[in-house]
């Protein structure tokens, strides 16, 4: 058996090729399957917003937006299959929303950028 594991750059693909036995008239057989994928890492740090009671808003959570933490659509082409976290306040207020988007508590931080993970991780770079 061979199997190969790859990152593109939405979605994680596996290939796992077996032989058929020797002298098996069968041909080699593959199996495709996809992992969920990952958000890259936009910011290591939170991001401080006012927030309106009753507004609705759209926090991204795959890190391609260039409107950082907010949606601007980039999943759409860069993230099939992440959609952005939506939400509306109750009232008014000051948060610190995540932005390095490995939060266990979205849309808000919860210190997650501080463990080895985020700190090692490769900061997103935009390149279009
Ligand atoms: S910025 Fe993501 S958990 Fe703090």
Redesign the pocket.
Same mark, same amino acid.
């Given at each position: 058996m061979i199997a190969f594991l790859t990152k593109l750059p939405s979605r994680w693909i596996s290939l796992t090729f077996r032989q058929p036995p020797t002298g098996a008239t069968v041909a080699p057989k593959a199996n495709l399957s996809t992992a969920p994928p990952e958000p890259v890492v936009p910011? *290591? *740090?939170?991001i401080k917003v006012e927030l309106i009671g009753g507004k609705h808003y759209s926090w991204c959570s795959c890190g391609y937006s260039r409107k950082q933490p907010f949606c601007d659509g980039a999943h759409k082409t860069r993230a099939q299959g992440m959609t952005p976290l939506r939400f509306v306040p109750e009232k008014d207020s000051t948060v610190w929303l &995540? %932005? &390095?988007? /490995? !939060?266990n508590n979205p849309p808000y &931080?919860? %210190? !997650? /950028?501080k463990q080895d993970f985020i700190v090692s991780a490769p900061l997103h770079e935009y390149t279009d």
């Open positions: 910011s *290591k *740090k939170p &995540c %932005g &390095c988007k /490995h !939060t &931080c919860d %210190g !997650t /950028h």
